[in-house]
């Protein structure tokens, strides 16, 4: 069945620094790929997407570009900042309405 | 306009008792799911709604789980017999169900149950 591989974290890093999070994924036909981010305290929010191959999905400074030939879709953001401290789900979605498979989640504290 | 809400937001109770959990989706939402967190680990599927019928319950881990969603909107996930096992944090997320590629799931701030 359809699975997602995340980077274990936890994942500490000074303020500025470069963030990547690693995510690959197993799936049939052509899913959509989603980041989804959970802040301390708060419910699951979508940060960003990409639905076909070559899709670069941004938000917020974060990016993700859906690489079907590495199966990939790490999350970057060139500058981290405290308030980016939170848990990262990577997970993907095989078509219009089905259920979300959900990576394990990388944990991340940006440090001033 | 609001979110989804789910209540209660935390709940204690003893094992071998029944619980149930309510989910209040989107208004106009056909698509609605439920999923499980435990600690540490990603959300997993239970069971996913359209409109009043359940279109794939493959998640459910046993038959003491169950969900309603008797009038296409409100759904209600009900637990017998519970076990320390299902304590987790239950999260319900609905979409607007649209056929098509993509449709964004939107997620309520979960249900933390604990079974002592």
């Known amino acids: 069945g359809d699975s997602v591989t995340q980077m274990e974290g936890p994942v500490t890093l000074s303020e500025e620094a470069f963030l990547t999070i690693n995510c690959t994924y197993t799936?049939?036909?052509?899913?959509?790929l989603f980041w989804y981010v959970q802040y301390p305290g708060e419910g699951l929010q979508l940060l960003l997407k990409?639905?076909?191959?070559?899709d670069k999905g941004s938000n917020k400074g974060f990016e993700a570009t859906y690489r079907k030939e590495t199966t990939s879709f790490h999350l970057e953001k060139g500058s981290v900042q405290v308030s980016d401290s939170a848990v990262y789900f990577c997970?993907?979605?095989?078509?219009?309405?089905?259920?979300?498979?959900f990576g394990k989640g990388t944990r991340l504290s940006v440090i001033a | 306009g609001a979110g989804v809400s789910q209540t209660p937001s935390n709940k204690v109770t003893e094992k071998g008792k029944y619980v149930e959990l309510r989910c209040d989706p989107i208004?106009?939402?056909?698509?609605l799911y439920w999923y499980r967190q435990s600690l540490g680990q990603g959300p997993e599927f239970l069971i996913y709604?359209?409109?009043?019928?359940?279109?794939?319950d493959s998640g459910l881990p046993n038959d003491r789980f169950f969900a309603v969603r008797p009038e296409g909107s409100v759904s209600t996930l009900k637990i017998q017999r519970t076990e320390r096992g299902d304590s987790a944090v239950y999260l319900c997320?609905?979409?607007?169900?649209?056929?098509?590629?993509?449709?964004?799931?939107?997620f309520g701030p979960g249900t933390r149950l604990t079974v002592l």
């Open positions: 997320a609905s979409s607007p169900g649209r056929l098509g590629r993509y449709n964004e799931q939107f």
């Open positions: 799936a049939t036909g052509y899913p959509s």
């Open positions: 990409a639905t076909k191959a070559d």
């Open positions: 997970a993907l979605g095989n078509s219009g309405n089905t259920p979300l498979v």
């Open positions: 208004s106009g939402h056909t698509a």
């Open positions: 709604f359209q409109g009043t019928g359940a279109a794939d």
